[in-house]
């Protein structure tokens, strides 16, 4: 599924104080089996259904991405992530990373 990465990720809140990146639709259908079975409904198989449509390819991706992100504000779990994470940031060329010898 490597092919069917999003162009910009989702962000959601896992749990309590642990953000995940949901990149690509394989990211997509294992957060989503996850998802407890009481708290889901209507908006909740809208997602699955885009997802299960653009894995086919009978919708493009960014249409999924978007009702993935869709149900994760209207199950108040996304998370707009507006400035670079740190993980994001590449090494600065005045560093060398290395250990001293």
């Not at 092919?3 to 749990?15: L, Q, S």
């Not at 997509?28 to 708290?39: G, Y």
């Not at 885009?50 to 994760?72: E, H, N, S």
Request: aromatic share 10%; hydrophobic share 45%; with cysteine.
């Amino acid at each position: 599924m490597n092919d069917r990465k999003f162009d910009n990720p989702v962000f959601v809140r896992a749990e309590e104080g642990l953000v995940e990146e949901i990149a690509c639709l394989e990211d997509a259908f294992d957060f989503l089996d996850k998802w407890p079975r009481h708290r889901r409904g209507v908006i909740y198989e809208t997602a699955k259904r885009a997802c299960r449509r653009a894995f086919d390819r009978q919708l493009p991706l960014t249409v999924a991405r978007d009702a993935f992100a869709g149900f994760a504000r209207s199950a108040k779990i996304l998370e707009e992530v507006s400035t670079t994470l740190p993980w994001m940031v590449g090494v600065k060329s005045d560093q060398t990373g290395g250990v001293a010898a």
